[in-house]
């Protein structure tokens, strides 16, 4: 498979371990299939400048992820659910109503959290919002990274097993492409 994948990192500090899985994945991905990393800084959603035309960083998103043979979201979990920056680009992305570029597009979402539940219950409320659009989610077992902080090393998610797993789904995704 020849595929570019754009991914997201649902938090936005230099040191994230969101930023550090899809590092660690990046560096791990198959010949041919390459991955960009986009913060998600974008003002608050505001439907005053989404409309006639949205700021130019998320007209930059929505260019990126129309681009993408697919996207993978890497969300941590704050108070039992996902980031307010994370729903916010998501919200954005959402845009404009029925010609979203998220409409259809491959997702593969991954939680992770330094506690051992790893950010499942963000991860529900990801799918949710993404069946709204609806993305095309992929199926089957789910990616989430508990533990997370002992799994990095030098800025990347480096565990083995992990990464396997995780390459797992993002082989799911494409087929589905
Ligand atoms: C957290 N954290 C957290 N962890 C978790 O597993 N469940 C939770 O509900 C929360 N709640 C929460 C709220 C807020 C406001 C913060 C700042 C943090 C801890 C969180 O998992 C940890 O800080 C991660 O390192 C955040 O992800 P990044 O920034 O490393 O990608």
Known sequence: VRAKLLGLPGSLRSNSN???VLRGLQDALPAGVSMDIRDLRLPLYDQDIDNPDAPAEVHA???????ADGVVIVTPEYNYGMPGVLKNALDWASRPYGKSALIGKPVLVISSSPAFTGGVRAHQQVNDTLLALP?????GPQVVIGGVADKIKDGKLADEAVLKFSLGAIDRMLATK
Do not use: V
């Open 18 to 20: 969101s930023l550090a």
């Open 61 to 67: 998103l929505r260019q990126a992820i129309a681009e």
């Open 135 to 139: 993305a095309r989610l992929t199926a």
